[in-house]
């Protein structure tokens, strides 16, 4: 069975631009996560998506948005890229929601990383 | 501030030692998950524990949620080379669907 799939794997952009990230869940998975991973750190917790909807947002700037799709593949998008923002992007599915009955086990997928010059 | 603190940060051991790393927190969660992450891969979920002072083993690691919940270990028997990676702890808090993740324990054992 396929994991979670995350494409770019690599991608450099420079300061000012925006970028698209993507990610397929585990089939029958409904939720999707999106985390900041930036060298030497634990991922941050950036957005839940469960059915499509947004069910929780970390403290990221509105630069930082995302949504799902009805297939529940997922996009994040990160508009006028500052130097900071340097990181590795994961993804994590899940069946239901991350909070449902005590914690949900999440499955990550090896990440975008993002490179900002 | 960081709200899960993990220590300690680096350790490099000898192939055969054991090891705790700790996770601690001022704040109570309803649940707390340990997950090893190695070099260009994202964390590969190892327990979740839920109940105040459970213990849950899994081959050589032992993993134990503190009474209060508050704090988490794992211990490590006879580390093993293929043991290196990046240790983290995440909790949940009550209500809330934002997963927080300590900084990590990077683990070297050396052969």
């Known amino acids: 069975d396929a994991g979670v799939t995350q494409s770019p794997t690599h991608l450099i952009k420079t300061r000012g631009q925006q970028v698209t990230l993507r990610c397929s869940p585990i089939s029958g998975h409904k939720s999707v996560s999106w985390y900041q991973q930036v060298l030497g750190q634990g991922p941050q917790f950036i957005f839940q998506y469960y059915e499509k909807e947004e069910r929780g947002r970390g403290n990221f700037p509105d630069r930082f948005s995302a949504r799902q799709f009805p297939n529940y593949s997922s996009e994040l998008n990160v508009n006028a890229l500052l130097l900071g923002d340097s990181a590795l992007y994961l993804c994590?599915?899940?069946?239901?929601?991350?909070?449902?009955?005590?914690?949900?086990?999440?499955?990550f997928g090896d990440g975008t990383r993002l490179s900002i010059l | 501030t960081q709200l899960l603190e993990q220590s300690p940060q680096f350790l490099s051991i000898q192939e055969g030692e054991n090891l705790t790393v700790y996770c601690n927190s001022s704040?109570?969660?309803?649940?707390l998950q340990w997950y090893r992450q190695e070099p260009g891969e994202g964390p590969v979920l190892l327990v979740t524990v839920v109940t105040g002072g459970e213990v849950k083993k899994l081959k050589r690691l032992t993993f134990q949620f503190g009474d209060a919940r508050k704090d988490s270990s794992l211990h490590i028997t006879a580390a093993q080379p293929g043991d290196t990676g990046l240790y983290l702890c995440?909790?949940?808090?009550?209500?809330?669907?934002?997963?927080?993740f300590g900084k990590g324990m990077k683990l070297t054992v050396n052969p």
């Open positions: 994590a599915s899940s069946l239901d929601r991350v909070g449902a009955f005590g914690n949900q086990p999440q499955h």
């Open positions: 704040s109570v969660f309803s649940s």
């Open positions: 995440a909790g949940l808090q009550g209500g809330s669907e934002k997963l927080v």
